[in-house]
């Protein structure tokens, strides 16, 4: 089926923005431009309207950890029965009907990758699903294993410290890294061996064949996630960074992936006490190239990605990395930036029209397509075609 948009300020994100048409077939972009002449299945008149791709959530636990976090029935976000659990992953754990996902379609977030919690210095593997309601849960799949999750600071202690106190310092969660990627490491040099899911999981990321992205907080721990990972001759990207602005130079000169975020809870723990809205925008002038920003859903509301990276900008980000920050810069960090992330020809047809800048605090949010489809109409008062 074929769709064209129509008169629309085009937003692309890889390059300028314009008024015009973009046309959509078999699920794909195939063409954007000032004027499309053509026939299609289904024409939208968007004049005044403002047409972005579907944003991407780079971070969140959406099905896996429930808006009802104090209950342990509905938390399936960390596997607390051991500090190093390389092998699990969020795809086994994740509750498809979770109301997050209609939430997150609601606001025009097409592309979720999920990830297990924070509690364990290696936490699992992540899920990046497309957020087509329309399908079965194993046909949103796009990406099985999206990331190796790890963590450092504060969370590892206080899980562990009480489960048998494995943990109780930084110093111990340094170490549980050093030996796990050893242990991998002497286990990949038998010839005969019986298999280890948790070295062959760890083998993918000293290989190269998985990203590590690390849960940091504080500077200090960012960098000691660098001393490990140079030991190892491998890169770490960065979820949360609240203190990447005290480091800012470093990670620039590494050309360190970061994700940033949730910028607006409160500072319920010592590691978030120096939080501040301008830590994007002093990334960017520093030369990070890859800002992504995150709500860390149930954390913050997902609904709220967009409005956190109006207010990294109203922080000194620029407006345009602003906008890249929720849809194409997650797209490179997961890898995925060849499929979704911007309104190029042969990607996915994930798009939004809002009825004005998306950066604008009150802007709604009138259609989602995802794949080319209409997975959200307000008109239809939110609810599924």
Known sequence: MSLLIKNAMIHPVTSKEFIGD???????IIDRSHKIYVQADEIIDATGLHCYPGMVEE??????????????????????????????????????????????????????NIYPGSANPMGGIGVALKN??????????????????????????????ENGKKIMTRMATAEK?????????????????????????ILKVLKGELQAHVHAHQADDMMTVLRIFDEFSIKPSFEHTTEGHLIAEELAKRDIKVAV????????????????????GILEKAGVKSITLITDHPVIPINNLPIQAALACKNGLSKDEALRAITINPAINLGL?????????????????????????THRVLYTFVNGKIAYSLKEEGLIL
């Open 177 to 201: 890294i050093r030996t796990a990627f050893r242990k991998a490491l002497d286990y990949d040099k038998k010839e005969e061996k019986p298999y280890d899911m948790q070295c062959e999981a």
């Open 59 to 112: 971070h969140c636990h959406i099905g896996v950890h429930g808006e009802k976090t104090n209950q342990a029935s509905d938390s399936d976000t960390n596997e607390w029965s051991d500090p190093i659990t390389p092998q699990v992953r969020a795809l086994d754990g994740i509750k498809p009907f979770d109301p997050g996902f209609k939430e997150a379609i609601g606001a025009g977030v097409t592309t979720l």
């Open 261 to 280: 975020g949730p910028m607006f809870t409160a500072r319920y723990k010592m590691e978030v006490n120096r939080r501040t809205l301008k830590t994007p």
């Open 132 to 161: 087509d309601l329309s399908v079965t849960y194993e046909k949103r799949i796009i990406k099985e294993e999206s990331g190796f999750k790890m963590a450092m600071g504060e969370n590892p202690k206080r899980a562990h410290s």
């Open 22 to 28: 973009l046309l959509i077939d078999n699920g794909k």
């Open 337 to 361: 930036d060849h499929q979704i992330g911007s309104l190029d020809i042969d990607k996915d047809a994930d798009v939004i029209l809002t009825d004005r800048e998306l950066l604008d605090p």
